[in-house]
């Protein structure tokens, strides 16, 4: 055993009712089969917070601690011709869900590379780089961020989107993200309720994460976690939202043209004032005490 079990050595006491309120994390379970908001990349094996496109910060660390509040459904993307780093443009074609086993019906039908994806030869080892597939998995998750002490004080929430390497896999001391979910499920601990540790692998060349409990939220936590999982805005924050390039070209050639706005619209005096918008703010979830939480063990095998 090392130190680290006694992160979860004294539990909480009054937690049941709480985690109650949190959603079963089923995308998560290993099931085989948004643009301007703010994300956290880990290109380049480092750890970059982006908001509304734009980095505004690195993290000089291989780890960091992170709350996954909710997860999308496993997804690939099969993009045309070479990649170029820092290109950001639609796939050729792609899945939103793996377990329905075809391409997303937004897929234009001259660009579906198959009407299933097993059959597809864009699924076949070695139609991509090296040995890999050219269409590629990934998931989709959202997360809260604990600050430099270790604790989540921020109800903010970013987007992680994993690469396949950091959603499968079955190392017990480097796990996987479902890996990871499986193994808290195994102690039913909810993964919105514990602080997870992110870790670079050191030993490949390409980012790929790996996952470990480091404790159990506090109530306080536990409150923003549920109020993050039950805000729609995350549900639509981990939704894959792709427009076809057709679709894409249409709407810039169908675009009106501007129009000049009365008094006090675009054109309004630069002296007169303007009343700022107010932001409606989020509701908490409220902290009651509850039952315990058992999770001593939740490190064991990390241990082994």
């Known amino acids: 055993m090392t130190k680290e079990v006694g992160l979860f050595g004294n539990m909480p006491a009054a937690f049941t009712d709480m985690l109650a309120q949190l959603e079963p994390e089923t995308n998560l379970m290993g099931n085989d089969g948004g643009g301007g908001g703010r994300k956290l990349s880990i290109r380049g094996a480092v750890f970059r917070k982006v908001v509304g496109g734009e980095e505004v910060g690195t993290i000089d660390s291989r780890t960091m601690n992170i709350v996954v509040v909710k997860s999308a459904p496993i997804s690939r993307m099969y993009y045309e011709g070479t990649y170029v780093e820092g290109e950001s443009s639609a796939p050729t074609c792609w899945s939103s869900n793996t377990s329905h086993g075809k391409p997303s019906e937004d897929v234009l039908t001259s660009e579906a590379q198959s009407p299933s994806c097993s059959s597809c030869?864009?699924?076949?080892?070695?139609?991509?780089?090296?040995?890999?597939?050219?269409?590629?998995?990934?998931?989709?998750?959202?997360?809260?961020?604990?600050?430099?002490?270790?604790?989540?004080?921020?109800?903010?929430?970013?987007?992680?989107?994993?690469?396949?390497?950091?959603?499968?896999?079955?190392?017990?001391?480097?796990?996987?993200?479902?890996?990871?979910?499986?193994?808290?499920?195994?102690?039913?601990?909810?993964?919105?309720?514990?602080?997870?540790?992110?870790?670079?692998?050191?030993?490949?060349?390409?980012?790929?994460?790996?996952?470990?409990?480091?404790?159990?939220?506090?109530?306080?936590?536990?409150?923003?976690?549920?109020?993050?999982?039950?805000?729609?805005?995350?549900a639509n924050l981990v939704e894959l939202k792709i427009t076809p390039k057709e679709a894409k070209e249409l709407q810039a050639t169908s675009l009106p043209a501007p129009k000049e706005e009365a008094a006090g619209g675009l054109f309004a005096d630069d002296d007169a004032p303007i009343e700022p918008k107010k932001k409606a703010k989020k509701k908490t979830a409220k902290v009651e005490p509850v039952a315990a939480l058992d999770l001593s063990s939740l490190l064991d095998d990390f241990d082994d």
């Open 121 to 234: 030869p864009q699924n076949i080892k070695g139609s991509g780089t090296g040995e890999s597939r050219a269409c590629r998995y990934q998931q989709r998750i959202a997360v809260l961020l604990a600050d430099a002490d270790g604790n989540v004080v921020s109800p903010d929430t970013y987007l992680l989107s994993l690469p396949a390497t950091s959603v499968f896999g079955d190392n017990k001391q480097k796990m996987s993200m479902q890996a990871y979910a499986r193994h808290l499920n195994a102690h039913k601990a909810p993964l919105a309720s514990v602080i997870t540790e992110l870790r670079f692998d050191t030993e490949v060349t390409h980012p790929r994460l790996c996952f470990k409990p480091q404790r159990v939220l506090t109530q306080e936590e536990l409150a923003l976690a549920i109020t993050a999982q039950q805000d729609p805005e995350t």
